[in-house]
């Protein structure tokens, strides 16, 4: 079974970075999380991004604030694919740093970049990465995109009502 590893620079970046684990959690998707600060703990991310392949994860959803340097610094060290959720700080300006950083990689380090905070994106997007290889949690994801078709029906059914 296919493991989502979730990272972040810091306790502060959970309330953006659960939405990830929320919605695999909704595919059946074992997640990982732990905290993983680029500048604070810079040999843990070293040991993290070396070794997370050997423990059965897929993909890497780093978040990050400020600087932002956690994504890049993972893809840097992982065979995996890294996908990048900028979080707005207290630090940041106005989230534009943490955008810059995750998204302008340069050539040979890609980092997939969702939109800031948008870590919802990062889990569904960990999940369609792995969907590719396994139809079990395709299927799901499958299922999850025919709900939000159905939803946006059913406003759009309420909205010529009124």
Known sequence: MSKVGIIMGSTSDL???????????????????????????PEKLFDYGKNAHTRGISVIIAGAGGAAHLPG????????????????SRNSIDGWDSVLSILQMPGGVPVATVALDGAKNAGILAAQIIGAADKCVQDKVLVYKEGLKEKVIKGAEEVKKK
């Not at 684990?21 to 703990?41: K, P, Q």
């Not at 993972?74 to 996908?83: D, E, G, K, N, R």
């Open 73 to 88: 610094m993972i893809a840097s060290l992982s065979p995996l694919p890294v996908i990048g959720v900028p979080v707005k």
């Open 15 to 41: 309330p953006v970075m659960q939405e990830a684990v929320d919605i695999l959690n909704g595919f059946d998707i074992e997640v990982e999380v732990d905290i993983v600060s680029a500048h604070r703990t």
